[in-house]
C-alpha cells in the first residue's frame, strides 16, 4: 500500500486565489513528520513545510499552512494568495523512525500551474 | 553559506557502465542520504550515512553503494548501468540523523543512460 498518497496530478489556480493540495498517509506509527516540498523544473527540493505528529495546532509558514487532520491521515497543503512562482512540482512526505534514522517517504507529486 | 552542491549536474553514460556522483553537505551537517527521483515520481531514498557509516538503506540493488568521508561529503556509486537508472539523483544533509525535519536538498544530478 502506498504511504503517501497525492490524488492530484495537476491543479491549476489563478494568481492571486487560494488552493489546496491533497495528501494522505498510512503508518501504524504514534510518531511521524510530515512535510511538503517544491520542486521546480531545476530539480531541488525546496523545503515548505513540516508538521509534527503530536502537534496540535497546524503548521504556517508564511503563505503556507498544512491542514493536519489525523483521524483522517490526511496533510493537506494550503497556499494563500498564489503567485506565478509558485508554478511547480508539489511532494507530500512522511519521515519514520526506522530504529537508526529518519527515512522520508515521498508521494507521487502534484503539478501546480498558477495563472495569470 | 553554501547549501548542498552536486557534482556533476548532467551527465550521459552508456550501458553497463559505472558512474560516481558527489555532493557536499551544507557546513556543519554530518548526515548525508541519498535519493534517486525518476521521471514522474517522487524521490526514492536510497542512503544514508551519518559520521562516515551507514546508517538506512532503501530497497536498491546491490549495484548502487555510497561512502561518506572524513569531511561529511559523500559519493554515489552505481555499477553495471540500466537504461532504468536514468533519473534525477538528489543529495540531501542534515545536522544529524534525528533531524528529520531540517532535510536540505541539492539541485541534483541528471543521470541518463543509453
Known amino acids: 500500500a502506498q504511504k503517501i498518497t497525492q490524488t492530484q496530478p495537476g491543479m491549476f489556480v489563478q494568481e492571486k486565489e487560494a488552493v489546496t493540495l491533497d495528501c494522505t498517509y498510512d503508518?501504524?506509527?504514534?510518531?511521524?513528520?510530515l512535510f511538503w516540498y517544491k520542486q521546480p523544473s531545476s530539480g531541488e527540493m525546496i523545503f515548505l513545510i513540516y508538521?509534527?505528529?503530536?502537534?496540535?495546532q497546524n503548521a504556517t509558514e508564511g503563505r503556507y499552512s498544512l491542514n493536519f487532520q489525523k483521524a483522517r491521515k490526511s496533510a493537506n497543503l494550503v497556499i494563500s494568495a498564489s503567485q506565478l512562482g509558485d508554478s511547480a512540482m508539489y511532494f507530500c512526505?512522511?519521515?519514520?523512525?526506522?530504529?537508526?534514522?529518519?527515512?522520508?517517504?515521498f508521494g507521487r507529486g502534484t503539478s501546480l500551474i498558477v495563472h495569470p | 553559506d553554501a547549501g548542498v552542491t552536486q557534482s556533476p549536474t548532467h551527465l550521459i553514460k552508456t550501458r553497463g557502465q559505472q558512474v560516481t556522483l558527489r555532493c557536499s553537505p551544507i557546513?556543519?551537517?554530518?548526515?548525508v542520504s541519498w535519493y534517486q527521483q525518476v521521471l514522474g515520481q517522487g524521490p526514492q531514498f536510497i542512503f544514508q550515512?551519518?559520521?562516515?557509516?551507514?546508517?538506512g538503506r532503501g530497497n536498491f540493488p546491490d549495484r548502487f553503494s555510497a561512502r561518506q568521508f572524513p569531511n561529511y561529503s559523500s559519493e554515489l556509486n552505481v555499477n553495471a548501468l540500466l537504461l532504468g537508472d536514468s533519473a534525477l539523483y538528489l543529495c540531501?544533509?542534515?545536522?544529524?540523523?534525528?533531524?528529520?525535519?531540517?532535510?536540505?536538498f541539492g539541485e541534483g544530478s541528471w543521470l541518463t543512460v543509453v
Open positions: 512526505a512522511m519521515r519514520e523512525w526506522d530504529g537508526g534514522s529518519y527515512i522520508p517517504t
Open positions: 557546513s556543519g551537517h554530518k548526515s
Open positions: 508538521q509534527g505528529s503530536y502537534d496540535e
Open positions: 503508518t501504524s506509527d504514534q510518531s511521524y513528520g
Open positions: 550515512y551519518y559520521e562516515k557509516e551507514e546508517r
Open positions: 540531501a544533509s542534515s545536522l544529524d540523523r534525528a533531524s528529520g525535519n531540517t532535510i536540505y
